[in-house]
């Protein structure tokens, strides 16, 4: 494989919401309750909903700081590189990283909506999650077609608004959506609910509509020491996505709903040959609990539902074969602290010819098993000849990649809004 030849599609990005993101898209009697950003009494850009901070950006846009200023404290937008927030200027990084398409989460809603929810799970909520929706998919998205894999959020607290709107967003072409891993950590009834999810896993099914599971939102599962540094939450963070799938594979979801697709975001890959080995054990052995996978092995159940998402594993990717070669794709995480940018191409390729991965293995890695899963052309707008990496990067060669501290940033950029 030669670099030049790479097609990248990364289905995990994020974007830090412009400041004007809610102008336009919010009805007239609600507008006085739009999420607007304010700067507090310590100088930090913060996004307030309803009278209530639904978070700041911290380890979330730290692309080109230099390393020892990244950290969980706020970081105003006049600080952040401006791609992070500027849909313009993102095209222009994803095109020096050579990356064609990218799906980006949200970051003040919370993954899940969740920030939103906790600030009123009503009608003006609800009009707010439309609102984000419709600037994802119209002015985010939709200012370069093709390049963006758009995806939507929801509102959890009702399975029937979350349905109305999983079939909005379908009619407007967007089929993926993100919703929290573990339910029941932010008090909803768990994914072996059927009777409350039912609805949703239907709706999802009928248009063929994604569910994206980002790490994040379970992290109250993990009752770690109270004296214990971050890094054992950064390092344990994968493991939140064994517990979800655990949840989805051995509850009622997989067996019942065959056309469920589920993609896994950020959890990587390395923990899922033990995970299949000791399912498919636990499934033999234990008879006596009497559980129906139609048929089928465990492991099988899970490759037909489950796209498992990596920025980076090593190791794990030997065993790509085990896994599963058509259940693994590749993901860029910017602008995030894990973010391979801009040298993700010559990263990437490295790793999987390290893990003695061929062209086939690589292109389905790359960018084919995402864009089965999403049901995604990667070439209806963007012509295969001006999709790799070596074409994307020829027309950016003037894009400034140098390290840049937070007050270069402050000094020579004003924040704007996309």
């Not at 994604?210 to 963070?237: E, R, S, W, Y």
């Not at 840049?404 to 000094?411: H, I, N, T």
């Amino acid at each position: 494989m030669n670099i030049d030849d790479l097609i990248l599609v990364s289905i995990d990005d994020h974007v830090v919401e412009p400041l004007d993101m809610f102008d336009g898209h919010v009805p007239k009697k609600y507008v006085d309750y739009a999420p607007k950003v304010v700067v507090d009494d310590k100088g930090i850009d913060r996004w307030i909903y309803r009278d209530r901070p639904t978070g700041v950006a911290g380890l979330n846009a730290v692309v080109t700081w230099p390393a020892e200023e990244w950290g969980r404290d706020p970081a105003g937008y006049a600080e952040m590189r401006p791609a992070v927030y500027d849909v313009h200027a993102r095209i222009r990084d994803m095109d020096v990283n050579g990356v064609l398409t990218s799906m980006c989460f949200p970051t003040f809603t919370g993954f899940s909506a969740g920030h939103l929810s906790r600030g009123g799970q009503d009608e003006i909520t609800v009009a707010m999650i439309e609102a984000y929706n419709n600037w994802h998919i119209d002015d985010w998205a939709g200012a370069y077609p093709g390049r963006f894999i758009p995806i939507g959020i929801l509102p959890m607290w009702d399975p029937e608004l979350a349905v109305a709107e999983i079939e909005r967003l379908a009619k407007r072409g967007c089929h993926s959506v993100t919703m929290p891993e573990l339910p029941h950590i932010d008090g909803l009834p768990s994914y072996h609910d059927l009777e409350y999810w039912a609805p949703v896993f239907q709706a999802l099914c009928d248009n063929d509509t994604v569910m994206n599971l980002h790490i994040g939102q379970g992290f109250g599962v993990l009752k770690l020491a109270p004296d214990a540094p971050i890094d054992n939450l950064m390092v344990l963070a994968p493991s939140i996505s064994l517990i979800a799938a655990q949840d989805l594979l051995w509850g009622p979801a997989f067996r019942t709903y065959p056309k469920l697709k589920i993609a896994l975001s950020e959890g990587g890959v390395g923990w899922i040959p033990f995970f299949l080995d000791r399912s498919d054990r636990h499934y033999t052995n234990q008879r006596w609990l009497r559980r129906d996978f139609g048929g089928k092995m465990p492991s099988e159940v899970f490759r037909e539902h489950v796209l498992a998402c990596y920025v980076t594993d090593r190791t794990s990717l030997k065993y790509r074969h085990d896994i599963g070669i058509d259940n693994i794709a590749w993901e860029c995480d910017y602008p995030h602290s894990d973010s391979l940018w801009p040298g993700a191409p010559e990263f990437v390729l490295e790793e999987l010819e390290h893990a003695g991965a061929d062209d086939s293995d690589i292109n389905k890695i790359t960018w084919q098993n995402a864009c089965r899963h999403f049901n995604w052309d990667p070439f209806a707008t963007v012509p295969r000849e001006q999709a790799t990496v070596g074409a994307l990067r020829a027309k950016a060669t003037d894009v400034d990649i140098s390290t840049k501290s937070r007050a270069q940033y402050a000094l020579e950029y004003t924040p704007s809004a996309s």
